[in-house]
């Protein structure tokens, strides 16, 4: 079966603290990874999307790590802020369709 | 400014209508793309259109339609014949359908039966 798991279900930081959050996949073939920020009530916005020859990208605080050989994923969130809580969201494409296979998302508060 | 927008951004229908949830882009993207929310499950795929006239179903169409006759433009029915349609549904919209084309979501609607 193919899935996208994402850990921990959620995650209560102090703002300006660091945190990562994982992304395990067993979706084949696979095509590019992607990371979502979601805030409450609104849509989803792109962070990064990912090819499987590509280990590492930036957005900002934002950083996603991708390794195709364990089908895992992190997304790493540098000095966090406030306006980083949200849902972020693993996305996974199949390579022959480009089917989307979206994950339950990690709900991410950040306390003063 | 350019964008995906949906109206309205909260719903309410009587069980038996149906609700036509509107989505517009000026974007000059291709694709769209209607999208489901429910707690505790994934975003799932219920219609996507590659081109303008034509459309293609996705994982959970039944109780569903679209049209595609503008390519800024693809509204999403919500029939009598969807048991469970009170959710959150996202449109959105992507230059193609590539592996790594970027899909930009619109602000959503929440419908939700009385």
């Known amino acids: 079966k193919n899935q996208v798991e994402q850990s921990p279900q959620s995650l209560i930081i102090l703002e300006g603290k660091n945190c990562t959050l994982q992304?395990?996949?067993?979706?084949?073939?696979?095509?590019?990874l992607r990371w979502y920020k979601q805030d409450t009530g609104r849509g989803p916005v792109s962070l990064t999307i990912?090819?499987?020859s590509e280990n590492t990208k930036s957005n900002g605080r934002y950083t996603a790590t991708l390794d195709a050989d364990t089908k895992q994923s992190s997304l790493h969130i540098t000095a966090s802020q406030l306006s980083d809580s949200a849902s972020y969201i693993c996305?996974?494409?199949?390579?022959?369709?480009?089917?989307?296979?979206w994950g339950l998302g990690t709900s991410l508060a950040v306390n003063p | 400014d350019g964008g995906i927008t949906q109206s309205p951004k909260y719903l309410f229908r009587k069980e038996g209508q149906n609700v036509t949830l509107s989505c517009e882009q000026n974007?000059?993207?291709?694709?769209m793309y209607w999208y489901r929310q429910d707690p505790g499950q994934g975003l799932r795929l219920i219609y996507y259109s590659q081109i303008v006239n034509d459309f293609q179903k996705g994982d959970i169409a039944e109780g569903y339609s679209v049209s595609r006759e503008k390519k800024e433009s693809f509204p999403l029915t919500v029939t009598s014949a969807q048991k469970n349609p009170t959710a959150f549904y996202l449109c959105?919209?992507?230059?193609?359908?590539?592996?790594?084309?970027?899909?930009?979501f619109g602000q959503g609607t929440r419908l939700t039966v009385v």
């Open positions: 974007l000059n993207h291709d694709a």
């Open positions: 996305v996974v494409s199949f390579r022959n369709n480009r089917k989307l296979i």
């Open positions: 990912m090819t499987f």
């Open positions: 959105a919209s992507s230059i193609g359908t590539g592996g790594e084309t970027e899909a930009f």
């Open positions: 992304c395990n996949y067993t979706v084949s073939p696979f095509s590019n």
